[in-house]
């Protein structure tokens, strides 16, 4: 098993090629291979001198993925099952919006926390992902759509949402350096960089103190402790009110306005009683909350409210001044919900049209 470039940064690469007997900025060469001209083989960096590649190749492969399966939905969505150089199946979204871009990426294969709505929870935990295979998806889902032309020839991934497999504050460390790359190596602001998690309070005490500009969400799915114990069962060590409290500590240090995720589930959690509770939990949070249809997964129990229901609930929040947006439903037909992709490839159940 050889170590990959991908995931180094460019003042690493650079201290690497000190350290293999070149000039540093031979390091930058290999960065803008990796992350400019998205190369995939060491042979193929054709500004380096030769002697270098074959001191590179002996230690080093560059460890992007490969495609194994892309669902396409008519919005232009589409969901890639990418096969790592090492290790199990990723699953990474690329969605096209009006002058933007967004590529939704995976943290972990699999999740700890176990949410019993969420196809990735109901399958248990596999592993974490590497800051390199966190960078991969981005740039695969850049080039996909290029192929697909759902982006310009020279057109980018313009935003990146932390919201596909996995809890990024439970693998910390890949997490933040992949914003880092995200940002530095890739040229994406961090303001178009969103991470989401299920509520992990150190892990938001954590990222508060880098003082970074990106977006954290925060998925709550209900406003009482014992519905969220139920919904929610491998993260019940901390309360609502500890959460919030986090979350309060995250604007005072870093000045940005946390957004509040919630998961709309038929009867379980949409009524104006929860919605009433909910914005009693939220006052005096510099927030939004951002309402999500459930998303169908086959044999959960769970289904998504009616129409009249989110539009009921959001009123009730934005009576008491809470500023409300509501996800697009998109990738309808490919299993959009984060996690099902993987499964039906990996189990062969279920078409992939599920409405
Ligand atoms: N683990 C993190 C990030 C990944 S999940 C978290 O939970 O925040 C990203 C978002 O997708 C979460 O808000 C989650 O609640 C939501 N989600 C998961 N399954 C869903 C489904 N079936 N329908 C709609 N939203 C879903
Ligand atoms: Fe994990 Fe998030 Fe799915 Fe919960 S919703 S199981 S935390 S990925």
């Known amino acids: 098993m050889k170590n990959l470039l991908l995931g180094m940064s460019t003042a690493e690469l650079k201290l690497l090629a000190k350290e293999l007997g070149e000039k540093k900025f031979r390091g930058k060469q290999v960065s803008d291979w990796l ?9 193929g960096m054709a500004t380096l001198p030769v002697a270098f ?6 230690g080093y492969q560059i ?19 990418l096969q790592p150089a090492y290790g199990e ?3 990474t979204v690329g969605m096209p919006y009006e002058g933007r871009f967004s590529c939704c990426v ?3 294969v699999g999740c700890p926390i176990g949410c019993a709505f969420c196809a990735t929870g109901t399958g248990g935990f596999k592993r974490n992902l590497s800051a ?8 695969t889902v850049g080039e996909t759509a290029i192929k697909e032309k759902l982006l310009a020839a020279d057109g ?20 933040l350096a992949a914003v880092h790359l995200i940002n530095s190596e890739l040229a994406i602001g961090m303001r178009n960089i969103t991470v989401s998690t299920i509520g992990y309070v150190p892990g938001i005490y954590r990222l508060a103190g880098e003082d970074l500009q990106l977006t954290l ?5 209900a406003a009482d402790d014992a519905l969220r114990r139920k919904l929610v069962p491998g993260m019940t060590r901390y309360t609502l009110q500890e959460i919030t409290d986090a979350c309060k500590h995250y604007f005072r240090e870093t000045g940005r306005r946390v957004t509040f995720e919630y998961c709309l589930l038929k009867g379980v959690n949409d009524g104006q009683a929860d919605a009433a509770k909910l914005a009693v939990l939220l006052q005096g949070l510099n927030c939004h909350v951002n309402l999500i249809p459930f998303n169908k997964v086959r044999g959960s129990g769970f289904y998504p409210p009616e129409t009249f229901r989110v539009t009921n609930f959001r009123r009730v929040l934005e009576e008491t001044g809470i500023t409300v947006t509501q996800r697009e439903q998109r990738g309808e037909g490919i299993e959009a919900a984060c996690g099902q992709l993987r499964r039906q490839a990996l189990t062969g159940q279920g078409d992939l049209r599920i409405k």
């Open 89 to 91: 199946l990723v699953e």
């Open 53 to 58: 590649k074959a001191k590179l190749e002996e």
């Open 35 to 43: 992350y400019r001209q998205g190369c995939r083989e060491i042979s």
């Open 106 to 108: 995976s943290t972990q």
């Open 217 to 221: 969400a925060v998925s709550l799915h």
């Open 132 to 139: 390199g295979e966190i960078v991969d998806q981005v740039l």
């Open 63 to 81: 460890g992007r993925s490969l495609v194994k399966k892309i669902s396409k939905s008519k919005d232009g969505t589409f969901k890639l099952l």
């Open 156 to 175: 980018r991934v313009s935003h990146v949402v932390f919201m596909g497999m996995g809890e990024p504050l439970l693998n910390y460390d890949a997490m």
